[in-house]
């Protein structure tokens, strides 16, 4: 049995003014395997990052289910950790601290806090930097003290939700690397969200197209690009195939949208 | 593999200045002022352009600032003072700070309290003082009622705010690592309110201190404002002017004070 | 339908009530013998009081004497906090020189300077708008200044892109930018011009509603003392909340640095 279950999932919200109920996904089922690496791609509005904060236990389902390890989710647990889009690291607290905070709340018991934390900031090379507050560091050096807290509780399943998305191109693009060269040494079953196809072909091992209106999954497109990967790939013929078929999707979805803005 | 950003300094390392034993241009065009207001202040009633008993001097002043610290019994009269002041600011801080909290952690509880707390924070609470003198006396319990009064609600408004505007993404980040609702409140809404309470307390000096001196002008015995309302009415300017300065430097010591923490804790915050 | 109106408005609801209830806990405490009506009066009394006040006219001139000296001071203080706050704000070097100047005045509490006003202006109206004057200068003066300080940059460097001149810039960029910050330092200074008046009402005056305190206060008479303090409030409430909403209706010129 695979390690994520995700049945005949949808999530309705009410709007708060006019109390009209909006449907953000729908219909949705998707299995993801232990160790794998799944990206969510798909424009905004898709209910890609809804449906990533269920599987959080962020959001509360409305249908369906979703059960990891074949236990329902409720709620958040300890088998999962979110990295966010901004880094959300607590001003007040160093780098250490930040890692440190996950522990805390789930009252870790595997061996001392400041070890664990190291052992984390280390991993996510930020070790010179662990007494730095976050205002002190830049973007991209925030999103690693932001994984580096996920890992640090040794979850089964890390859920991604564009982490990089507030980063430049360049740092986005080390960061991806750097991304996988963790993911490789920790193996965490991974669910990735993200809005840009390059990063969503180059980190997966499965790419799940989700297109809008509501949020439902167009298509699951397998990844063979052998791993352990680097940006050479960027340039592989499979790595253009794979660019063209999710463009097609992601225009699909942009011309129906213009349509519906036509009509309105 | 690329990790050059890693390398890289960070956004705002500190660094030793020495920038002090150069003064900025601002420094000095700031002391050239003050030095250029004395010095008209100087010969402005030898001139004949003021009437000098109603101004003073600046030498003046300074020689009666020696005498007073001398012999007109200064340390009794500023014990005082500043008994009614801390007393008054003590009190405000052990009530505001927890009702603050409840306010910033009930929305029930605000609503209701909100408009009261308001309308206090707006209205002038020093004309509450003759009805004070009414209900304590003429001794200090009116005095420290009045700093309480001019206190208590900046405090109180501001420990609120920073508590109910806890940014929604820290929360959310919180609750993903399975944090319960007292570790929420202890390690993400106290720390997080910290700046705004410190704002509360340096706004709560100004009006402590207005309170303090108000109240003892208004009535009283003893203390700075009492030797402040008896050099006035006998028209001994150059003392009146030192227990002015006195009060002034002990308001703006305590507000600078307060502000360097607040920046201090304010610098965590990522812009 | 009720239960949706109050979640709508459940601050409005709350809110009234609670103060309902203000006044509902007053009364009873003095009625039940729980405080001593001397201390504090009650609601009603001070209701009636308030009639008799209101119709033998002298309401009507304790506030219309205490809003002359408040229009005073802070027409004054606008007028003087806004320009010093402009020059200070476009001119660095002036910021400079009035700084010591305006930090005194910030931490220096004014009233300590009553008897000096006294000494120079005399017992009375000239003295109250001076001292409230003085109250309200500040936040004027340094919210103007930090509006003008903080024009944007790059609508700055925009207009100078289409070849406007420093003045240019001042008048159709820094100043318009500035608006909504110098209203909150209006709103600021309403509140403290009160302040002042009324402050300086305590100590001495003929007419006002701080002398009308004071007055009642010696002869200790809670009730009518009660009638001022309760309008006083009311009037810091009401001013208030009026530059609150001019200040919202400046806010759309509210420069958005894309944050």
Not at chain 1, 1 to 27: C, H, T, W
Not at chain 3, 64 to 80: D, E
């Amino acid at each position: 049995m695979a390690q994520i279950e995700i049945r005949d999932l949808g999530i309705d919200y009410r709007k708060p003014k006019s109390n009209e109920v909006f449907s953000a996904v729908d219909s949705v089922d998707l299995s993801v395997e232990k160790g794998e690496f799944v990206t969510i791609v798909g424009s905004s509005g898709c209910g890609k990052s809804t449906l990533l904060m269920a599987v959080a236990g962020l959001v509360d389902l409305t249908r369906g289910s979703i059960e990891i390890d074949g236990k329902r989710v409720d709620g958040p647990g300890p088998d999962r950790a979110v990295v966010f889009q901004e880094a959300s690291l607590l001003p007040w607290r160093s780098v250490r601290g930040n890692v440190k905070f996950g522990l805390e709340m789930q009252r870790w018991s595997g061996g001392d806090l400041n070890e664990r934390a190291m052992q984390m900031i280390r991993l996510v090379g930020l070790g010179r930097f662990s007494d730095y507050h976050p205002h002190q560091l830049s973007g991209g050096m925030r999103q690693r003290v932001n994984i580096a807290r996920a890992l640090a509780v040794d979850p089964e399943v890390l859920l991604m939700d564009e982490p990089f998305g507030a980063l430049d191109a360049q740092t986005r693009e080390i960061m991806g690397t750097e991304l996988l060269r963790i993911w490789e040494r920790a193996k965490k079953t991974a669910l990735f969200v993200t809005h840009d196809i390059d990063e969503a072909i180059f980190l997966a091992d499965k790419i799940v197209v989700m297109g809008r209106n509501p949020g439902h999954i167009k298509e699951v497109i397998k990844v063979d690009l052998p791993r352990p990967r680097n940006e050479s790939i960027l340039d592989s013929d499979a790595f253009h195939e794979l660019r063209k078929r999710l463009r097609a999707h992601l225009a699909e979805d942009m011309s129906s949208m213009q349509l519906v803005q036509e009509v309105a | 593999m690329r990790s050059a950003e890693i390398t890289a300094e960070p956004a705002e390392a500190r660094q030793l200045s020495l920038s002090f034993l150069r003064p900025s241009r601002s420094a000095m065009i700031g002391t050239l002022a003050v030095l250029a207001f004395l010095v008209l202040w100087q010969i402005a009633p030898t001139m004949g352009w003021v009437n000098g008993r109603f101004t003073s001097r600046p030498t003046e002043v300074l020689l009666a600032a020696i005498d007073i610290f001398q012999n007109d019994d200064f340390l009794y009269h500023a014990r005082i003072s500043l008994t009614e002041f801390v007393a008054g600011f003590a009190l405000a801080i052990v009530v505001s700070v927890p009702l603050g909290v409840l306010l910033g952690t009930s929305k029930i509880a605000r609503h209701l309290i909100d408009p009261p707390l308001m309308a206090l924070y707006i209205a002038p609470t020093l004309v509450l003082l003759p009805i004070m003198v009414i209900w304590l006396g003429i001794d200090m319990a009116p005095k420290i009622a009045v700093v309480f009064l001019g206190a208590v609600f900046p405090i109180v408004l501001n420990t609120m705010a920073g508590m109910s505007e806890a940014d929604p993404k820290f929360l959310r980040m919180a609750r993903s690592f399975g944090a319960t609702k007292f570790d929420i409140f202890t390690r993400v809404l106290v720390p997080g309110s910290l700046p705004a309470l410190l704002t509360g307390l340096r706004l709560a000096v100004g009006r402590a201190v207005l309170g303090v001196i108000v109240g003892e002008l208004f009535v009283s015995q003893a203390g700075i404002g009492y030797q402040l309302n008896l050099y006035g009415s006998a028209m001994r300017i150059d003392r009146l002017l030192v227990y002015a300065l006195i009060v002034s430097a002990f308001g703006y010591t305590l507000t600078v004070i307060v502000r360097s923490v607040e920046n201090k804790v304010r610098d965590w915050r990522s812009k | 339908m009720i239960a949706e109106f109050f979640y709508r408005r459940q601050a409005l609801v709350l809110g009234t009530l609670s103060m309902i209830g203000i006044v509902v806990f007053w009364q009873i405490a003095v009625d039940t013998g729980f405080i001593n009506p001397f201390f504090i009066s009650t609601p009603s009394q001070v209701a009636a009081e308030f009639k008799v006040q209101f119709e033998d006219g002298s309401v009507a001139t304790n506030v219309a004497a205490t809003l002359y000296c408040f229009v005073w001071s802070l027409g004054l203080a606008a007028l003087v906090g806004t320009i010093l706050g402009m020059l200070a704000g476009w001119f660095a070097d002036v910021e400079s020189a009035l700084e010591p100047f305006i930090w005194f005045k910030y931490s220096a509490p004014t009233v300590a300077f009553y008897p000096l006003f006294v000494a120079g202006l005399g017992y009375g109206t000239p003295t109250i708008i001076a001292i409230a004057f003085l109250f309200a200068l500040t936040p004027i003066y340094a919210n103007t200044l930090s509006g003008i300080k903080n024009t944007d940059r790059d609508l700055a460097r925009a207009a100078r892109s289409f070849g406007a001149r420093p003045l240019d810039i001042f008048l159709r960029v820094a100043l318009p930018g500035s608006v909504p910050v110098m209203m909150a330092g209006l709103r600021l200074g309403v509140g403290r011009a009160l302040t002042g008046v009324v402050v300086a009402e305590l100590f001495g005056a003929n007419a006002g509603l701080g002398y009308a305190i004071t007055y009642y206060g010696q002869l200790m008479q809670t009730t009518k003392m009660m009638v001022s303090i309760v309008i006083v409030i009311a009037l810091g409430v009401l001013l208030t909340q009026i530059l609150s909403f001019l200040e919202t209706r400046t806010d759309s010129w509210r420069v958005d640095s894309g944050r």
